[in-house]
């Protein structure tokens, strides 16, 4: 698989992609993420889609990209993971924060409310965590189409 010119010509793989040190995704970056962010991300994904790193780093980028909802689907799987643990309490928080649109917190912010085993103080989520596929929660007051 090929990469682009700014790899160096190293073979295009996830650690090149999401690891390297001379990485040009930096969330500190003052116009993170923009567009080649975003795509490498997606890359990443598409590469080591069953790393938790991989699947938060992407939701924080959307998130701060307002990418809100898209998030909220790729954190689905984290979240909901039966194993528990650190990532699926940090994607769980995530989410709280997506729902009311509002920015991700650092990476150190998520691990210490993992650790804490409690999410972020925020808004209370309105719904269980959705499966991926699910349709959105109704908004609260909103009138309910009849079943056909």
């Known amino acids: 698989m090929g990469c682009p010119p700014e790899f160096g010509g190293r073979p295009c793989v996830y650690r090149n992609s999401c690891e390297a040190p001379d990485w040009r995704c930096a969330p500190g970056a003052p116009d993170y993420p923009n567009d080649n962010d975003l795509l490498t991300w997606f890359k990443a994904l598409?590469?080591?889609p069953q790393l938790s790193s991989v699947r938060l780093g992407y939701a924080r980028a959307m998130m701060q990209a307002g990418e809100f909802a898209e998030a909220i689907t790729l954190l689905g799987p984290l979240a909901n993971s039966p194993h528990g643990g650190s990532a699926s309490e940090a994607a769980r928080s995530l989410i709280v924060l997506a729902r009311?649109?509002?920015?991700?917190?650092?990476?150190?912010?998520?691990?210490?409310?993992?650790?804490?085993?409690?999410?972020?103080?925020?808004?209370?989520?309105?719904?269980?965590?959705?499966?991926?596929?699910?349709?959105?929660a109704a908004e609260p007051g909103a009138a309910a189409t009849p079943a056909r």
Not at 101 to 127: F, I, K, R, Y
């Open 46 to 48: 598409e590469l080591a």
């Open 100 to 136: 009311a649109g509002q920015p991700p917190l650092s990476a150190d912010e998520l691990e210490d409310a993992a650790e804490a085993g409690a999410a972020p103080t925020g808004p209370e989520p309105d719904a269980p965590v959705p499966d991926p596929g699910s349709e959105p």
